[in-house]
């Protein structure tokens, strides 16, 4: 077997036959394979420029922050446990609020939140249509769920009206999600969510909408893309993390029923093990909120806002179509590029995301750019130039050279089958 670091993904290594050790030594030598040629972002050295941050209003270190989350726990502390503390209902209220929503309940995290919500509103004979453009968290509750998962796919296939209908006439009595998110980090498309509700309605099914990657850091007074689009009043849940736009570990989910609220608040710990936030991230994640819906909060997003729309004027049309927001997305055709393309800008000193499979679609990965306050006008010029050039320089690479210091570490740890093929260049 010949590893070419420059093909497959790691989803390559799972139900490919084999005990699980040998799926994970396989999984291994391909690792270290991309390692070897500097394709394995973790074995790079520490970039002095990183757009991999998520703390995209730059609140995580403010000192109102820090100081309700040490007093939140230093009362937990005296107290003995974990009791239920005043910050928990607090940041309730204040989601509930920022969301013109009449209920929330706050969870230990973005997944707890979305495994619970859904696992407690649907289960076995119901539906989930979900978004094929959503990341793992979702993707994960709603396979949790029970529901039986409908994929739509943006641009094939049935759109969202064919796909509910059609559900609805094979159980005319079953309960209907639709789930979606607002700005996906691993997809270039957003949904009109007017669009979204108007198919649910006519066909009685619920739209519940991830607003992980936006909310707090976008919109009007931090609603969000669902602001932007004078959508808050439209899905009947609305959930995801605190830990983008509100510097805090922990997960929420607001609703337009307080029924269903008080339904999910009772079943998500028993169905789904969803906990309840610690308090000290509660604490946390209100002051943040406090903050983010204050004129301190407009300043940085319209800060962020400038940047964002800065870095896609760099870019040209390198970037995708998408908002002024903290995540800029860029198509890249093939894995080899894309990696090649890691490669270069590691060389520089420069950091991104690279999404693969099974984030993104097998054969069109993309390069992400998280934003923050914190980015200088002169790094963010910086980088989109380095960007462009390294696109170029990958594209137009046609071999790849395994650097000769890699060579014994190769030998060491590929079985002897992979050591003596020829690594020595792989031709894409």
Do not use: N
């Not at 079953?174 to 669009?195: K, R």
């Not at 000290?280 to 301190?296: F, N, P, R």
């Not at 390069?367 to 462009?388: E, F, G, K, P, T």
């Amino acid at each position: 077997m010949v590893i070419d670091p420059l093909s497959g993904d790691a989803t390559s290594f799972l139900r490919r036959g084999g005990t699980i050790a040998e799926r994970g030594e396989r999984f291994l030598a391909w690792q270290r394979e991309r390692e070897s040629y500097g394709l394995w972002p973790e074995a790079a050295a520490a970039p002095c420029l990183a757009f991999t941050g998520r703390d995209a209003l730059a609140l995580a270190a403010e000192p109102v922050v820090v100081a309700k989350a040490l007093e939140a726990l230093e009362r937990c502390a005296h107290l003995g446990g974990v009791p239920k503390d005043r910050s928990v209902a607090a940041l309730e209220s204040a989601l509930a609020a920022l969301l013109d929503m009449p209920a929330a309940v706050a969870f230990a995290s973005g997944t707890a939140a979305l495994s619970g919500t859904m696992s407690a509103v649907v289960g076995q004979g119901d539906f989930i249509v979900l978004d094929d453009g959503v990341g793992p968290a979702l993707r994960h509750a709603a396979a949790a769920s029970g529901a039986r998962v409908l994929r739509l796919r943006a641009g094939a296939g049935p759109d969202l009206g064919e796909v509910l209908r059609a559900a609805r006439r094979h159980a005319p009595q079953s309960a209907i999600l639709v789930a979606t998110e607002t700005l996906s980090i691993t997809h270039a498309a957003q949904p009109d969510i007017a669009d979204w509700r108007a198919a649910c309605d006519a066909e009685a099914a619920a739209l519940l909408v991830d607003a992980t990657h936006d909310l707090g850091t976008a919109g009007p007074g931090g609603t969000g893309l669902l602001g932007m689009q004078g959508a808050l009043a439209l899905p009947d849940i609305v959930a995801g993390s605190l830990g983008r736009g509100f510097a805090a570990s922990g997960g929420f989910a607001c609703f337009a029923s307080p029924a269903v609220a008080a339904l999910v608040r009772s079943v998500a710990p028993v169905r789904a093990a969803a906990g309840p936030i610690l308090p000290w991230c509660a604490a946390a994640a209100l002051a943040a909120l406090e903050l983010v819906v204050c004129d301190e909060g407009a300043a940085r997003r319209a800060s962020l806002a400038q940047r964002s729309r800065h870095l896609r004027a760099r870019l040209g049309g390198l970037a995708a179509p998408g908002p002024d927001a903290a995540v800029v997305l860029l198509p890249v055709t093939g894995a080899a590029v894309a990696r090649r393309t890691m490669r270069r800008l590691h060389r520089e000193g420069i950091a991104l995301d690279l999404v693969e499979p099974p984030l993104a679609p097998r054969g069109r990965p993309l390069l992400r750019m998280r934003l923050s306050v914190r980015h200088a006008m002169a790094d963010i010029d910086r980088a989109a130039a380095s960007v462009r050039m390294a696109l170029a320089g990958a594209r137009d690479e046609r071999g790849l050279y395994l650097p000769p210091q890699a060579v014994p570490r190769v030998a060491a740890h590929v079985a002897p089958a992979v050591a003596c093929a020829p690594l020595l260049r792989v031709v894409t």
